[in-house]
C-alpha cells in the first residue's frame, strides 16, 4: 500500500508565497512521474504542474512564472512553490504519483488533497 501525505496549504493574502510538500511512503519499486492537481467546488480537477523522474517539468499556462515544482526522489516527496499567489488560485491541491512496481502494473495513486486560499 502507497500513501501519499500533503501538506503546506493555508490562507495567505493576494502577492504572497506558499509551498506545498508531498511524501510517499510504502512498498514500491521506483516513482515515475509526480505532479501536483486543484479542483474547485464542482469543478474537474485540473493540472498545475508535472515532474517526471529525470526532473523534466509541465506547467499548465495559468501558474507559468508563478508556481515551480520540484522533487527530491531519495526523499520520495515533490514540492510545489507557488509565487505571487492570485485570488483565483484558491482550490484544493491534490498531489499524485505514478508508482512502478517489480511484480504488478503501475499505478497512479492520490494524496487527501491539501486547501489552499488567497484573500484579495
Known amino acids: 500500500q502507497v500513501q501519499l501525505v500533503e501538506s503546506g496549504g493555508g490562507l495567505v493574502q493576494a502577492g504572497g508565497s506558499l509551498r506545498l510538500s508531498c511524501t510517499a511512503s510504502g512498498r514500491m519499486s521506483k516513482i515515475n512521474s509526480m505532479g501536483w492537481y486543484r479542483q474547485g467546488p464542482g469543478k474537474q480537477r485540473e493540472l498545475v504542474a508535472t515532474?517526471?523522474?529525470?526532473?523534466?517539468?509541465n506547467y499548465a499556462d495559468s501558474v507559468k512564472g508563478r508556481f515551480t515544482i520540484s522533487r527530491d526522489n531519495a526523499k520520495n516527496t515533490v514540492y510545489l512553490q507557488m509565487n505571487r499567489l492570485k485570488p483565483e488560485d484558491t482550490f484544493v491541491y491534490y498531489c499524485n504519483a505514478n508508482v512502478l512496481f517489480i511484480s504488478s502494473n503501475p499505478f497512479t495513486y492520490w494524496g487527501q488533497g491539501t486547501q489552499v486560499t488567497v484573500s484579495a
Open positions: 515532474i517526471t523522474s529525470d526532473g523534466s517539468t
